[in-house]
């Protein structure tokens, strides 16, 4: 066995070569190791190529061949080895199987020897064994290679295109405030307002006596002089009526009503006028102030009724401070005297 002869009265047999083998004695040839086999000189028996090597000839041989990088077999006695699947891949020669391209990682081409990274601003699609790389959705990004998983955009920032390294800071006026990050920053609307200090997540309220007249505000306008607002969140103020006033030196959220012997004839004053003398105004929130007629008078400022003159006393003019005494006049009769 592992030898023959292939001579009739042949004086000694010959020895079967590598590559064949013959398992029976007194033949004429030896066998051929089938694909996937070899073996080694005088064999009687042909040997299966180990996992992770392969033979796909015939031609004698000591050995398998090993696969190679990016190949892999599990099964002994083979003729090929297997190109390792699109997601995969081997960096040495005889595996037994292929690796899946880790977390971060991908690759898209079968028979490869590594995998390429995720550039910035792209996930593997898989956790492993990922074919691709894929762009991270809009309100998300990755700054940087090799990662499995977008981060949000933070409250403040958006992103309204995919694939991003990074996100946009919210412009002035603008908020974004989703946790799950924001494709787009949002307009504070009239009667609001954004402090850019802060991470811009939220529109405020104007306060009252404040105002914002336009959208995107960064701030909140005091009322002008003579105007008011009493309510938060407002994106005008009224100008004060005739006969009301707006105290500047306090928040200006109402007018104020002129008292009785005050008056104001204006829209969006700040002060009320004292009725002068010889006017009077019995009644408050009034836009002016009432003559005193003759016969009466108003000595001082900031008169409610006029008063009457006194007996003994008169006045023929309106708007007067005081009333006239009234005078005595005498009469001399001559009387004619007769002779």
Sequence with gaps: MGWFSDKDEARECRRCESGTAQP????????????????????????????????????????????????????????????????????????????????????????????????????????SNSDKCIDCQIGKFISTSGKDECINCPAGWSEGTKGKSGCTKCGYGKISNKKDGSDTCIDCVKGKMVDMKTDQ??????????????????NCEHCPSGWVNPFVGSFKCDICAKGTAVNTSSIQTRCIDCEIGRYIDIEGAIRCKSCPNGWVNPFIKSASCSVCAAGTYMPSEKGTTCIDCEVGRYQIAAAKISCDMCKCVFLVFSIPVYS
């Design 24 to 127: 029976k004695p007194s033949m004429t040839e030896c066998d051929d190791c089938k694909m996937g086999q070899y073996s080694n000189a005088e064999a009687t028996l042909c040997v299966d190529c180990e996992v992770g090597k392969f033979k796909n000839e015939r031609k004698a041989s000591l050995s398998c061949t090993d696969c190679q990088s990016g190949q892999f077999q599990s099964l002994v006695g083979q003729a090929l080895c297997i190109d390792c699947i699109a997601g995969s891949y081997t960096n040495k020669s005889l595996q037994i199987k292929c690796i899946g391209c880790p977390s971060g990682f991908s690759q898209n081409i079968e028979g490869q020897s590594g995998c390429i990274n995720c550039n910035s601003g792209q996930i593997s699609e898989k956790k």
């Design 201 to 218: 997540t939220e529109c405020l309220d104007c306060s009252v006596g404040t105002f914002s007249p336009e959208n995107k505000a960064i």
